[in-house]
């Protein structure tokens, strides 16, 4: 196996030359979808499994329906989910992750499991910045 340092990181390469910094870059939008508030809870409970739209909102707690269905709609559009419709009353749709969504839904978790495993030293530095501001 070759030497860490020999690996090429494309993602590093292009952060290096300053690409994702600019305000045109396209991965910005999808950094956008995949990262927000609603984006990052949407991706963990879709790793569970199929969920229609309802059984999202009871779910992610405090999520309006218009910012649910706006999280979906980039998610989707930008191929990390699959909107399945049934024509039926009441009107039955679905939502899924596709391999992508897995793929990307799989990191946020990593980054979400990181949040909670150090949650204490958080609040910790929250509560001291807070109580010195006071100061």
């Known amino acids: 196996m070759p030497p860490q340092d020999d690996i090429p990181h494309p993602l590093s390469e292009k952060i290096r030359r300053g690409e994702l910094m600019q305000a045109d870059c396209p991965s910005r939008e999808v950094l956008k979808h995949m990262t927000s508030r609603w984006g990052v809870l949407v991706l963990v409970v879709l790793l569970g499994g199929t969920h229609r739209f309802s059984e999202l909102r009871r779910k992610i707690g405090g999520v309006s329906e218009k910012m649910l269905s706006q999280t979906l709609q980039g998610l989707e559009s930008d191929g990390f989910v699959n ?15 596709t391999p992508l969504g897995e793929a990307a839904a799989v990191k946020v978790e990593a980054m979400v499991d990181w949040i909670e495993n150090n949650l204490p030293e958080i609040m910790q530095f929250r509560s001291e910045n807070a109580d010195a501001e006071k100061s």
Do not use: A, G
């Open 83 to 97: 909107r399945l419709s049934r024509p039926i009353v009441p009107p039955y749709v679905e939502y899924t992750l």
